[in-house]
């Protein structure tokens, strides 16, 4: 397979190991994420230094962050893969954020101020089911984010952190499934029921929807990529979830 490049960066790198490892490091995420180095595609550090403008030792830094953060596969000779899309990640990916983001919106629900009621409220308008013809997934995509961040506005940075980064490693799944000719997973129309139950300060029941509007989007795209994979780990959760009540 022939070596993908990796676009240019806009600015500078800083000086430093650390922080221009951070740089590379952002760049080439952002790349995968978005599907601009799809998975199989090969990245080189000699390459990538050379684009840059620095030595190996950053890129390096920055390929063991990627290799942490399941994005790449380490080769010989100083090369790399994006990772393959996988069933256990896409699995435990979702797992993690049908439950962190269930609690995180019960708690966040009744801090929601009049403003970012009516914010939910146009923004879910914007995400009903495109139409295919002229459809946009980056834009759609951005604006679906937003949403799912914005229900969870006042469950803290901590947690908004972790779940942004679980999102965003859901994303390529979500481009691989509209992008192969199926549309958007099911469940378009829920989040305006979210942002209705959001406005009616129903935390419990806004936090049970949620876990269902996950789970059956993470069902799908499983369906999708492996057939005969068993999410024993996702069923859990949604059972969990779906009992959460706040009566505990």
Known sequence: MSTHRTGHLQGTVPPGTRDSALVIHDHLRSQILEGRLGAGSEINQAQVAAQFGISRGPVREAFRLLERDGLIDMKINHRARVAELSADDLEHFYTLRVLNESLALSVSVPRLTPSELDELAEVADGLRAPDPRDFDFE?????????????????????????????????????????????????????ARLAQLCRDRDADGAARLLAVHLSRAALTLLAQIAPTHEPALLRAAIRQAATRDGRG
Do not use: C, K, N
């Open 139 to 191: 834009a759609w995509d951005r604006v679906h984010q937003h949403f799912h961040l914005l229900l969870l506005a006042h469950s803290g940075p901590r947690m908004l952190d972790s779940i942004a980064g679980w999102m965003a490693r859901t994303q390529r799944y979500r481009r691989t499934y509209a992008e192969g000719g199926w549309g958007l997973p099911p469940g378009a129309a829920e989040h």
